[in-house]
Nanobody, 111 residues
Framework: VQLVESGGGTVQPGGSLRLSCAAS????????MNWVRQAPGKGFEWVAR???????TYANAVKGRFTVSKDDATEVVYLQMENLKPEDTAVYYC??????RGQGTQVTVSP
């Protein structure tokens, strides 16, 4: 199992980013996938989940601003982030239901 996140960067408040998570070693059409984040000095926070049928759930903090999706053909999971806020600053990881994570991608929201 390997997960590789990409797409992070620095944006101003109100900006947008799209994160990608390339999965290998398993089929994402058979398993749910999660996005989690870790802000500086804090623990991991669950952000969003997409199940094998593409049903989605979101943390209250991001509901209405973030959208999780996936492409089963290319084994990629996405996190579209809109109207970003400084409190969204964190390292973002995709994570399997079993807790396997990639190396993460940094998202910084700053004026």
């Amino acid at each position: 199992v390997q997960l590789v996140e990409s797409g992070g960067g620095t944006v101003q408040p109100g900006g947008s980013l799209r994160l990608s998570c390339a999965a290998s070693g398993f089929k994402i059409n058979q398993f749910a996938m999660n996005w989690v984040r870790q802000a500086p000095g804090k623990g991991f926070e669950w952000v969003a989940r997409i199940n094998h049928r593409a049903g989605t759930t979101y943390a209250n903090a991001v509901k209405g601003r973030f959208t999780v999706s996936k492409d089963d053909a290319t084994e990629v999971v996405y996190l579209q982030m809109e109207n970003l806020k400084p409190e969204d600053t964190a390292v973002y990881y995709c994570q399997t239901e079993g807790g396997r994570r990639g190396q993460g991608t940094q998202v910084t929201v700053s004026p």
